[in-house]
């Protein structure tokens, strides 16, 4: 595990090797491991808001979703690189749920959104084993509803792809009633596979990468300047 700051947020890089080993231990029992998918969109709307912030540094696990966030980190190793760019955390996680016969239940959004969610994971695995699922905007029922349909199937894992700040404002009020033993989150707008991508995509994450630049160079010169004021 290596430390990293990126644009003033602490997260942690795990290897391959290191996050499905700490799957296990989740797994095996105890308190309910969290883990988020961070992307750079995520990270530049976090550095402006206090409590994405705080819910990052609240997980037990972070896993960078793109490459950059990593290259930011000087993590330049290139296994990590690789596995990254693949995608390979997801598609490792789901076998080992596959192999060991865990059961999931879907959390998301809308139905729109939690339709995708699904999609993108039964193209992984197929023979994934969804208990349950819910759109929490489409209910007429407040999130306890959601969380005792989710006890009443006792499923190990819990999937969402939630958007921000209904992803932190749950986690902030619900996380100790949810009986599950691993919550991994997503974002809604980010597609789970690589795979090759169409010319607007490509613009897309062009100009993503190159506003992440843009955030890291001014994030750089802030600090400076605060080192040199101090000296």
């Known amino acids: 595990m290596k430390k990293m700051n990126v644009l003033g947020i602490p997260l942690r890089d795990y290897t391959l090797r290191e996050t499905l080993k700490k799957v296990d231990i989740f797994l095996a029992g105890g308190k309910m491991g969290t883990i988020a998918l961070i992307t750079m969109k995520g990270l530049i709307v976090a550095q402006d808001s206090p409590e994405i912030k705080e819910w990052m540094s609240s997980l037990d696990m972070t896993v960078a979703a793109d490459a950059d966030i990593l290259r930011a980190a000087d993590i330049n190793y290139r296994g990590r690189i690789h596995d990254v760019e693949n995608q390979l955390f997801i598609s490792e996680f789901l076998k080992k749920l596959v192999r060991q016969k865990k059961t999931v239940y879907l959390m998301s959004q809308n139905t729109a959104s939690l339709e995708k969610l699904e999609k993108e994971l039964l193209s992984y695995e197929e023979t994934l084993s969804i208990v349950g699922k ?17 006890n009443m199937k006792v499923p190990d894992v819990l999937i969402s792809n939630l958007e921000s700040p209904k992803r932190e404002r749950f986690a902030k009020e619900n996380q100790m009633k949810m009986n599950v033993r691993i919550w991994l989150m997503v974002r809604a707008d980010r597609e789970l596979h690589a795979q090759e991508k169409g010319s607007l995509k490509q613009i897309y994450d062009k100009f993503l990468q190159w506003w992440f630049r843009i955030k890291l160079n001014r994030y750089e010169e802030q600090e400076n300047r605060k080192q040199d004021d101090e000296t």
Do not use: S
Request: net charge negative; aromatic share 12%.
């Open 134 to 150: 819910a759109a929490v905007d489409d209910l007429e029922y407040d999130d306890d509803f959601v969380i005792n349909d989710m």
